[in-house]
C-alpha cells in the first residue's frame, strides 16, 4: 500500500515538471538580420535592424497556442553590456536602457516574417562621436493572460550583432501650443457623438520615425471646444542635431485620439517660428501658435 501512495504522488509531482518542460521546447529562429546605422527615418537618426523570424511553439502536450509574444531588442556597448538611455520620456528608454520591443497579437507564427526596428540615437547616453555597439534580440511569450509574466524561450539564429555609429550632438528642448483654432467640422462632419460634436482639443509632441512614433508629451484637453490654449510646457526632451519635431492636434477621445493635423520642423526651424509668434495653418487645424525653448 505505502509503495502504491508512493508510485501515485511521484506521478502527481512530476507531471507539471514534464509538462513544463514540454513547453520549453518553443524556439524562434532569427536569420538574415542586417543593421543600417546613421540612416534618417522620417528625419530621426538611428539605426535601423531588419531580420526574419519563425516560431515554432511546440504543442505537443499543450494545445492552446500562445496569447502573445514580444520581440525585444537590447542595445549593448562593445563589452556586451547594456547601453543606458537617456530622456524617461521616451518609449526607447526601457527601464533604464535603450531598445524597443514589440508585442505581437497573433497565434504562432507558421511562417517566415519579416520584422523591424529603429531605434534612435537621441535616448543613447553617449558622447558624439563613433561608437562600437552591439545589438541583441531576445523573444518572450505570454501562454494565456495579459498579466502574466512573458517567459523567454530558446532563439537561434543571428540573435547578436555588432556595429559603429556616428552620433551627433544632441539638444533638449521644451515646448508649448499657446493657441489654436480648429475647423467647425471634421470633412463635414460632428468631430464627437453626443449634443454639441464638438472636439476635446489636445497637442502632442512625436518624434516621428517610420517604425515606431515616440510619443513624448500628451496635454491635457479641453472639452467641447474648437479652440484651447495651454499654458504648461512640455516636458524637456532631448533630440540629435538635425532631428525633425512633429507637433500633433488631435481630438482626445476614450480609445483612440483622433488626429486633427500636425507639423514638423528641426528645432532651428520651431525656434524662428517661435521667435516670430508666427501664426501656423495645417490640415483642419485654422490657427496654431507655439513657443519654443532650449533647455540647459
Not at 271 to 276: E, N
Request: proline share 4%.
Amino acid at each position: 500500500m505505502k509503495n502504491l501512495i508512493f508510485l501515485l504522488a511521484s506521478v502527481f509531482l512530476f507531471l507539471p515538471l514534464s509538462h513544463r518542460a514540454s513547453v520549453y521546447r518553443d524556439t524562434c529562429s532569427i536569420t538574415n538580420t542586417k543593421i543600417a546605422t546613421d540612416i534618417k527615418s522620417k528625419d530621426i537618426l538611428g539605426v535601423q535592424i531588419d531580420f526574419d523570424y519563425f516560431l515554432q511553439y511546440d504543442v505537443k502536450h499543450k494545445k492552446q497556442e500562445p496569447l502573445n509574444f514580444i520581440i525585444e531588442i537590447d542595445i549593448l556597448d562593445h563589452l556586451g553590456k547594456q547601453l543606458h538611455a537617456v530622456g524617461s520620456e521616451s518609449s526607447f528608454n526601457r527601464k533604464g536602457f535603450a531598445g524597443a520591443e514589440k508585442t505581437e497579437r497573433m497565434v504562432a507564427v507558421r511562417t517566415k516574417t519579416a520584422q523591424h526596428f529603429f531605434v534612435p540615437y537621441y535616448c543613447f547616453d553617449l558622447p558624439p562621436g563613433q561608437t562600437p555597439l552591439q545589438v541583441s534580440i531576445r523573444v518572450t511569450l505570454r501562454d494565456s493572460a495579459f498579466d502574466e509574466k512573458p517567459r523567454i524561450i530558446s532563439t537561434n539564429g543571428t540573435t547578436s550583432q555588432s556595429f559603429t555609429i556616428s552620433k551627433p550632438p544632441t539638444c533638449k528642448v521644451r515646448m508649448l501650443c499657446s493657441g489654436v483654432r480648429v475647423s467647425e467640422t471634421d470633412h463635414g462632419k460632428n468631430w464627437d457623438f453626443g449634443l454639441s460634436g464638438l472636439p476635446d482639443p489636445m497637442f502632442k509632441i512625436i518624434l516621428d520615425n517610420d517604425i515606431q512614433p515616440d510619443f513624448i508629451y500628451n496635454s491635457s484637453s479641453v472639452e467641447n471646444s474648437l479652440s484651447a490654449a495651454w499654458i504648461d510646457f512640455s516636458v524637456p526632451f532631448l533630440i540629435s542635431e538635425g532631428d525633425k519635431i512633429t507637433m500633433g492636434i488631435y481630438d482626445k477621445d476614450t480609445l483612440i485620439d483622433d488626429l486633427i493635423g500636425k507639423e514638423s520642423h528641426t528645432l532651428d526651424e520651431w525656434l524662428d517660428i517661435s521667435k516670430a509668434s508666427k501664426e501656423l495653418v495645417f490640415d483642419q487645424v485654422k490657427h496654431c501658435t507655439v513657443k519654443v525653448e532650449k533647455v540647459k
